[in-house]
Structures are given as C-alpha cells and as structure tokens.
C-alpha cells in the first residue's frame, strides 16, 4: 500500500471528517487546526478568532485506491468554497474554505481543478485558498469521529450550487 497525507478545511470539521471517511481508500482521518500561528491551539483559541487556524481534516489515503485529484473534487462537493470565512450557520475565519498541500505536485493538482470549477461552475467566485501544510494539530478527543458518534454536526455539508 503506498499512502499520501491531504489536508482540507471546509467549514465545522465534523461533517467534513464524516464525509472524507466514506469515501473508499481513506485509511484515516482526522480532525485539528491547521494554519495559524498559535502552537498547540485549543477549540476555545481558535474560535477566538486570534489563532489563525482553520478547523481542517487531515486524510491519509491509499493511492492506489483513490487518488489526490478525486479528494479534491469531493472537497469542492461537499462545501460552498463561495463563502468566504462561513459554511452554512458557522461564522468565522476557522471555518474558512482551504487546501493545505504538502508538495508542489498537490499544490498544482488543487490549482488546476480550482481553476476548472471557478471556470466552468463557480463563475470566478471561489474563495478556497491554497497553503503550504505545516503544522497540524490535532482537535481535542471529543470532536473526533463526532458526527459518527452523536449524528449531529453535518450543517453544511453536502452543499450543491444553484447556478
């Protein structure tokens, strides 16, 4: 098996982690912080809105089973990537819509497909940012698996655009 790391932001990390976990070659997910400048940041600082993190999901999958181009497009599926700094009811620029690629080969695979839907979908309207990973911190153990758990926390997910 040969695996690769992604990471995304898109909006409440719940229903995104729900989301990233049905699809077949996600060996694992995550949910945490990534992007900011706080180190070691907790739920409470990032939703201060003084630590720079985006509540993100960081996906280790099989490439062999699923590709970085194939989480993209779902990514872009499951979330509004027209709103800047929101997803549905959320507020704020942790719920901000972004990719955090790990190497200039994801990075041009993301801008690409991008490029495509805000041609072809989005009109010149995506917001999704595109930034280096660097530090990803883990979410406190009661946000992880927590749509799998409680059945909540999928607000805005699944989201699909009225042209």
Same mark, same amino acid.
Request: with cysteine; aromatic share 12%; hydrophobic share 30%.
């Given at each position: 098996?040969?695996?690769? !790391?992604?990471?995304?932001?898109? /909006?409440?990390f719940?229903?995104v982690q729900y989301?990233?976990d049905?699809?077949? /070659? ?7 912080y990534s992007?900011?400048?706080?180190k070691?940041p ?9 630590? /720079?993190h985006a509540e ?10 699923? @590709?970085?181009?194939?989480?993209? =497009?779902?990514?872009? =599926?499951?979330?509004?990537?027209t709103q ?8 704020g620029?942790?719920? =901000?819509?972004?990719i955090?690629?790990?190497?200039v *080969?994801?990075k041009? !695979?993301?801008q !690409? ?6 041609? @072809? ?6 917001? *999704?940012?595109l930034e280096?990973?660097d530090?990803?911190?883990?979410a406190?153990?009661?946000?992880q698996?927590?749509?799998q758990?409680?059945? =909540?926390?999928?607000?805005?997910v ?6």
């Amino acid at each position: 098996m040969t695996s690769q !790391k992604a990471i995304f932001a898109a /909006g409440c990390f719940w229903g995104v982690q729900y989301f990233f976990d049905m699809v077949p /070659g996600v060996i694992k997910t995550v949910v945490g912080y990534s992007g900011g400048h706080t180190k070691n940041p907790t739920y409470k600082q990032v939703c201060s809105h003084t630590s /720079g993190h985006a509540e993100a999901v960081k996906i280790v999958f099989d490439t062999k089973k699923v @590709s970085y181009e194939t989480l993209v =497009r779902h990514f872009f =599926r499951i979330h509004n990537p027209t709103q800047l700094n929101r997803q549905g009811p959320d507020v704020g620029d942790q719920y =901000r819509s972004a990719i955090f690629y790990s190497n200039v *080969t994801q990075k041009k !695979k993301a801008q !690409k497909i991008l490029d495509e839907l805000n041609k @072809s979908q989005f009109h010149g309207r995506i917001v *999704t940012t595109l930034e280096p990973a660097d530090q990803f911190y883990p979410a406190e153990d009661y946000h992880q698996k927590y749509t799998q758990c409680t059945g =909540r926390g999928m607000c805005h997910v699944a989201y699909e655009p009225i042209d």
